[in-house]
């Protein structure tokens, strides 16, 4: 029993390490492959509840493969929309009971242009920490790390991935 234990945390410690560095250092190109992913399944799938009792067997195999076509892309190339309405909702019901319907708007219209705007250099930076959080993680269940030891390979595995992801 002790055997599998100690072989099932050296495998989960790998499996951390291995995804927090591809995380940290390919992040925003696997998000977006996630959401195109993500979105055409969406769009698949509604189409072929929708259309199948409309459309005939063998259509409705190429109108299901256009709308995962369709569907992946716009998820895609709207992220950086959907993601700037959630961080300014969030904004907006964090601050409205703080400062005010008025302030509360006009902070929430900021958030959004912000992550808009700068969406993939955020993105960047975020899944970079986030691997490389993952990573300290996976290593720290292989062999004990002090705190500043844990610190200073997040810090700099997040700005190494920054920049990996920023060339890339």
């Known amino acids: 029993m002790y055997v599998i234990g100690e072989l099932a ?19 925003r190109k696997l998000v977006k492959t996630i959401f195109f992913i993500v979105g055409g399944l969406i769009g698949a ?12 067997e063998p259509l ?8 995962f076509i369709v569907a992946g892309f716009l998820f895609y190339k709207l992220l950086p929309i959907g993601a700037g309405l959630i ?6 019901y964090l ?3 703080v400062l005010g319907l008025m302030v509360a708007i006009i902070i929430a219209l900021i958030v959004f242009v912000v992550i808009a705007v700068l969406f993939n250099k955020l993105l960047s930076i975020g899944t970079a920490l986030l691997g490389s959080i993952i990573f ?3 290593l720290s269940q292989l062999t ?6 844990q610190l200073l390979l ?14 890339t």
């Open 9 to 27: 945390i050296t495998v989960s410690s790998l499996l951390l390490i291995v995804l927090g560095l591809a995380l940290t250092f390919f992040g």
């Open 45 to 56: 799938l509604l189409t072929l509840y929708l259309a199948s009792p409309i459309i005939g």
């Open 60 to 67: 409705i195999y190429l109108a299901v493969l256009v709308a």
């Open 87 to 92: 961080a300014s909702f969030t904004a907006f």
């Open 95 to 97: 601050l409205e009971p």
């Open 136 to 138: 300290v993680a996976g």
């Open 144 to 149: 004990p790390l002090n705190n500043f030891i």
């Open 154 to 167: 997040i810090v700099v595995l997040t700005i190494l991935g920054s920049v990996v992801q920023f060339k």
